[in-house]
């Protein structure tokens, strides 16, 4: 099993429509998460990140599920320039001193947002 | 203020020639992070560098995949005897480090490496 799963997608969707990604991790000890987003030939830029409780940022929002293992991204009204690939970031595993872990990115969700 | 810059932009090289890589990170930042993305596909983890501890070299690929960094300044990625596999977009990234939960990471524009 990956350690970091995604529907590469595309999901293909109306303006205005609510879309839900999910992305499974498989290591429990995972601490933190995040989502970036990745436009076409571009750098991956942050999201937002994965709170414990669920997070909300405008018409994104955020859900984590460790019981289950996976996080959720949740897009509503969705816009033209929502198109943009999905990354789900896991923090878990290689452990380095200080605390601090290795990135885990999934694959990416690609998300076409059209008129 | 400034971000990740990375340099060259493009790279076009001969198989087996070397190449070198720079990234420069945000100041302050004690991580960076070097990532390989192939066409169409995810970010493939390769070295970590956090302050002046042992880098984590665990995600290199093959002898032939170094990397330094002086402090916590400027990083090189050098590819020695390229070979047309290793084409792809070399990502750096570099954020807080150690002691940040909600650690997010900044990335360069990278570098996109052909190997004729």
């Known amino acids: 099993r990956k350690e970091v799963e995604q529907d590469p997608g595309p999901f293909n969707v109306p303006e205005g429509a609510t879309v839900a990604f999910n992305c499974t991790y498989s290591n429990s000890a995972s601490q933190s998460f995040f989502w970036y987003r990745q436009d076409c030939r571009k750098e991956p830029k942050l999201l937002m990140s994965v709170y414990s409780s669920g997070n909300e940022d405008g018409r994104f929002t955020a859900q984590l599920n460790r019981a289950s293992q996976y996080i959720s991204l949740l897009i509503r009204d969705s816009k033209l320039s929502d198109s943009a690939t999905y990354l789900c970031?896991?923090?878990?595993?290689?452990?380095?001193?200080?605390?601090?872990?290795?990135?885990?990115f999934g694959r990416g969700t690609s998300l076409i947002v059209h008129p | 203020g400034a971000g990740v810059s990375q340099s060259p932009s493009n790279k076009v090289t001969e198989k087996g020639k070397d190449v070198e890589l720079r990234c420069d990170p945000i100041s302050g930042h004690t991580a960076l992070y070097w990532y390989r993305q192939r066409l169409g596909q995810g970010l493939e983890f390769l070295i970590y560098f956090q302050g002046n501890s042992a880098p984590d070299k665990s995600g290199l690929p093959s002898d032939r995949f170094s990397a330094e960094r002086t402090g916590e300044s400027v990083s090189t990625l050098t590819i020695q005897r390229t070979q047309q596999e290793d084409s792809a977009v070399y990502l750096c990234?570099?954020?807080?480090?150690?002691?940040?939960?909600?650690?997010?990471?900044?990335f360069g524009p990278g570098t996109r490496l052909t190997v004729l």
């Open positions: 970031v896991v923090e878990s595993g290689r452990a380095l001193s200080g605390g601090s872990y290795i990135p885990t």
């Open positions: 990234a570099s954020s807080y480090g150690q002691g940040y939960l909600y650690n997010e990471q900044f």
